[in-house]
């Protein structure tokens, strides 16, 4: 086995957790792909892998290993693709990572008719509600809400969104429209991923606006508390994409806009810059195209009706 593909097999065991998951991933026998990692081990002088009876650890040497190797292979990849012109045919495996309800929304839809685009690809779609080290977890795209701290990702800007307060109409004939952060105090109020009784809400463009409120709601997921504020139960604060379809269909009414915070960015992100492999340069180029498109994730002025239409 040709150094190239023993880095392979280092890649899918590490990632597999197991020799005979990283085995059937690469196509080859249990053996064969300790053997693989026997050899790239012996050639280093250093253990890749702690082994135990029930999980295969990496090691520190083997962590760091893995983080060059992928490097390597996605630059192999690239050079590969350029030199054959694949840009205009893909093939491998995708991996992307965003949040779980943006997920569902928006980037299932779209991944759904890329891989209609090009068949050739394969893709897998983790949807969590973290920020994911993509370099040390293996992802090839991740999408991310809010403003990205320094670092040595690409990021493309794909649209903005904000985080906006909700009740049903008929919630409003019962009880009355809140007309500052301040009257919230009346009102019944759904929190989602509230952990206390009590919490604080920020309004202001700054956020210089602090309002307690105790939530006589609390659930787990904004699905949840969207439910709940659409039944016409309380008021809930989730971001306008989230809020989207129901705000379009006349369900939720949007408030207190002028005393929004500023919206925040929508960035897809890679590792690879300009040298990333045909598989990320096309998907980004296919979803940003897509996102941009659409008025929920572009239109950031309150004065739009919480920027969302039908």
């Not at 920020?202 to 659409?230: H, K, M």
């Not at 990333?276 to 498109?293: E, G, H, T």
Request: hydrophobic residues 45%; proline residues 5%.
């Amino acid at each position: 086995m040709d150094r190239i593909q023993s880095m392979q097999v280092f890649v899918a065991v590490a990632e597999e957790e197991g020799f005979a998951a990283g085995a059937r991933r690469m196509g080859l026998s249990a053996p064969s792909a300790t053997r693989a990692i026997n050899g790239l081990e012996t050639q280093l002088g250093a253990r890749l892998f702690t082994r135990t009876t029930r999980r295969l650890h990496l090691t520190d040497v083997g962590q760091r290993y893995l983080e060059d190797v992928r490097h390597i292979l996605t630059s192999l990849q690239a050079a590969d693709d350029t030199a054959r012109g694949a840009a205009s045919a893909p093939v491998g495996l995708l991996r992307l990572t965003c949040p779980n309800e943006f997920g569902r929304i928006y980037i299932l839809p779209i991944l759904l008719d890329y891989l209609d685009h090009y068949p050739d690809m394969r893709a897998e779609l983790v949807l969590l509600d973290r920020v994911v080290n993509i370099v040390e977890e293996g992802f090839d795209v991740a999408l991310r809400i809010g403003h990205l701290p320094s670092s040595t990702l690409s990021a493309v800007k794909v649209g903005a969104v904000r985080r906006v307060l909700c009740a049903a109409p008929a919630y409003l004939e019962r009880y009355g429209t809140p007309e500052t952060p301040a009257d919230l105090s009346a009102h019944r109020i759904v929190a989602v991923n509230v952990i206390s009784s009590a919490t604080e809400w920020r309004f202001g463009a700054q956020q210089e606006i602090a309002v307690r409120i105790a939530p006589q709601l609390c659930v787990s997921t904004v699905a949840a508390g969207r439910d709940a504020a659409r039944e016409g139960w309380g008021l809930c604060r989730m971001l306008s994409y989230q809020a989207g379809r129901d705000v379009a269909e006349g369900h939720l009414t949007c408030l207190l806009e002028d005393y929004e915070p500023e919206s925040m960015p929508i960035h897809l992100v890679h590792t690879e810059g300009r040298r990333a492999p045909a598989k990320v340069r096309s998907f980004i180029d296919f979803a940003r195209d897509r996102l941009r498109a659409d008025p929920v994730l572009q239109a950031l002025s309150s004065s739009k009706g919480c920027g969302l239409s039908a």
